[in-house]
């Protein structure tokens, strides 16, 4: 089945313990993204890649890091998590055609105590 | 810069009855906008799109939409609304670059029996 991972699905967590929320795709798509989703506000883009060790910052980049060393995993890394960071999260796909319809994971929602 | 504006946060629709919601958009060139449907604890399911031609877009569960371009919208509708349509709907348009959707604040569909 055609689809995007996230893991975890929820995480508790405290002010500065480094973290990773993965994010895999099995549909060979060379463009994959992270938003997150704050109540009044939709859905914010963080970063966003192109393909395999290309990535760029979205809207909100600040207090995350992302990597892209293979074509099918794009973790979302916090190094310091603090507690304005607490949100739902999303990772998406798409194949390399912009005008192709991004498929999102089912969300992570992380609280930062 | 690109933006959508869902105008309606909440909206409490009668199961069998018609459903519309607004989106409107801010875009200088040809707009490729999208709807969403996130039901609860659940990722975002693609509703339908429009890119160009037609204005009226079918989408799946029986939805559709109308592109109006002198009137920035493409509201979203459904004739008769079922109890499973409840979620929260998110309008979005492809930024300028293709690399990020940009989404309305969303509006939370509530199906009264």
């Given at each position: 089945e055609a689809q995007v991972t996230q893991n975890p699905r929820y995480l508790i967590t405290v002010t500065g313990k480094k973290l990773t929320v993965t994010c895999s795709q099995n549909m060979n798509h060379e463009y994959m993204s992270w938003y997150r989703q704050d109540p009044g506000l939709g859905l914010r883009q963080i970063y966003y890649s192109m393909n395999v060790?290309?990535?760029?910052?979205?809207?909100?980049?600040?207090?995350?890091k992302v990597s892209r060393k293979e074509k099918r995993n794009?973790?979302?890394?916090?190094?310091?998590?603090?507690?304005?960071?607490?949100s739902l999260y999303f990772c998406?796909?798409?194949?390399?055609?912009?005008?192709?319809?991004?498929?999102?994971?089912?969300?992570?929602?992380?609280?930062?105590? | 810069?690109?933006?959508?504006?869902?105008?309606?946060?909440?909206?409490?629709?009668?199961?069998?009855?018609?459903?519309?919601?607004?989106?409107?958009?801010?875009?200088?060139?040809?707009?490729?906008?999208?709807?969403?449907?996130?039901?609860?604890?659940?990722?975002?399911?693609?509703?339908?799109?429009?890119?160009?031609?037609?204005?009226?877009?079918?989408?799946?569960?029986?939805?559709?939409?109308?592109?109006?371009?002198?009137?920035?919208?493409?509201?979203?509708?459904?004739p008769s609304v079922h109890w499973s349509d409840a979620a929260e709907y998110f309008c979005a348009v492809l930024n300028t670059g293709f690399q990020k959707l940009v989404f309305g604040t969303g509006?939370?569909?509530?199906?009264?029996p």
């Open positions: 060790e290309v990535t760029d910052k979205g809207d909100v980049p600040e207090g995350y794009f973790p979302l890394i916090l190094e310091s998590p603090s507690p304005n960071q607490t998406a796909s798409r194949t390399g055609t912009e005008l192709n319809e991004q498929f999102f994971g089912p969300g992570t929602r992380l609280t930062v105590l | 810069a690109q933006s959508v504006t869902q105008p309606d946060i909440h909206i409490t629709v009668s199961e069998g009855a018609s459903l519309e919601l607004r989106c409107n958009y801010s875009y200088g060139a040809t707009p490729y906008l999208f709807w969403y449907v996130q039901s609860p604890g659940q990722g975002l399911q693609l509703l339908l799109k429009y890119f160009s031609g037609d204005t009226l877009v079918q989408g799946i569960k029986g939805f559709e939409a109308e592109f109006k371009r002198s009137q920035s919208s493409f509201n979203l509708r459904k509006t939370r569909l509530l199906v009264s």
